[in-house]
């Protein structure tokens, strides 16, 4: 059992709630209507949502806190899938495996991983804290480190893909191929951030993991996950990931995972594996081979697999575009290479992608 002592009230970044045996089986009440949780999830956007509780003097957004409001609001929990789970199978697990956890388990995870490793309080001079910052309380270990002031060692990171054996079968598809390849390119992007001097540990939100694959009727768990999107997305503080192949860009999917991150999270900036260059022609090289942009597409006009997508994404392109923007942490990132990057318009606004080639 984590002792979470004197670490604040329950339901916090540093006090997550205790996890039930059940939650990994857990995909909510797929009897709440429909529209009533979409009709949630904007009012939640409307409201409380991008003033929710923050961590540390950074200011980051506490995770813990905002998948219990998902919950609250009767959506699907958010379900979160470890690098080191990726890793250990060798490929992308289905929701129905149970290896995805909740936003509250993969905290005490981090917490029973890393608690009796060295702190970093016991290798620097405590009047010195390391880059200018203040040192947090020792109770923080593992989950924040001092050596930065104050940064949430715990990354919860979207995965944009385009599924690599795609079927009108549901039963046949699989977001990667038979090698594993993408879990592959996402245990070794994992493993960067986790040999920096902060060592991270980093969950992913994958589509085939963490929203339900077996309950696709139109009440289902596996829809409203759908409609939950943009507060699913928004919850991943440690950014979103592009698995870029020649086809993603033309997928309506796709397409909107990269609209709903860029409206709704910090700022309009993410990350592409292998390399930016795997888009093709969508990526534009800024001067070097580390920073690249692109064009967003309008995902209603993007390919789809099934017809009865269209209206979801309709809905949801409309949902998130109004927040273009609204969320944006501006000190942290410049903008002045990026065209129509201020008002959202389909096809000629830019957006950053990172290499981490």
């Known amino acids: 059992m984590t002792d979470f002592t004197k670490r604040g009230p329950v339901g916090t970044y540093f006090n997550a709630p205790e996890p039930k045996t059940e939650d990994r089986q857990d995909w909510g009440d797929s009897d709440l209507d429909m529209a009533v949780v979409k ?14 509780s923050k961590i540390g003097s950074r200011g980051d957004i506490d995770p813990v806190v905002r998948s219990l409001m998902i919950e609250d609001i009767g959506a699907p929990p958010m379900k979160v899938v470890s690098w080191r789970t990726l890793e ?11 290896e995805a956890v909740s936003v509250s388990e993969a905290m005490h995870e981090v917490y029973e991983l890393h608690k009796d490793a060295p702190k970093p309080y016991d290798c620097y001079d405590q009047n010195q804290a390391p880059f200018g910052g203040a040192f947090p309380p020792e109770w923080s270990w593992p989950l924040f480190d001092s050596r930065t002031g104050g940064m949430p060692r715990v ?61 696709k009727e139109i009440n289902g768990s596996g829809i409203k996950g759908i409609y939950s999107l943009p507060l699913y997305v928004s919850t991943c503080t440690g950014g979103m990931v592009v698995i870029g192949n020649q086809e993603y860009e033309d997928r309506a999917w796709c397409r909107l995972e990269q609209l709903v ?47 009865a997508d269209k209206d979801q994404i309709n809905e949801l392109t409309d ?6 923007g609204h969320c944006w942490a501006r000190s942290t990132f410049n903008t002045s290479n990026l065209n129509n990057v201020n008002t959202l318009a389909f096809d000629k606004t830019e957006v950053h992608m990172g290499s981490n080639s």
């Not at 009709?39 to 929710?52: A, E, P, T």
């Not at 250990?88 to 149970?98: C, F, K, Q, W």
């Not at 910090?266 to 795997?278: R, V, Y």
């Open 39 to 52: 009709d949630r999830v904007v009012k939640l956007l409307d409201g409380n949502w991008i003033g929710s």
């Open 155 to 215: 990354r919860f990171v979207m995965v944009s893909h385009r599924w690599t054996r795609g079927s009108t079968d549901p039963a046949k598809s699989h977001p990667d191929d038979e090698d594993g390849t993408k879990a592959k390119l996402l245990v070794k992007y994992a493993k960067r951030w986790y040999d920096s001097i902060l060592k991270f540990e980093t969950y992913f939100w994958i589509d085939y993991s963490c929203v339900n694959q077996d309950d």
């Open 319 to 324: 949902i998130v575009s109004k927040y273009w």
């Open 88 to 98: 250990r199978l060798g490929r992308i697990p289905r929701s129905s495996e149970g």
């Open 261 to 307: 991150y860029c409206s709704v999270c910090e700022k309009p900036f993410f990350d592409t594996l292998p390399h930016p260059k795997s888009l093709g022609p969508a990526a534009i090289a800024c001067g070097d081979n580390h920073n690249w942009k692109k064009i967003l597409r309008d995902p209603r006009a993007g390919h789809v697999t099934f017809e």
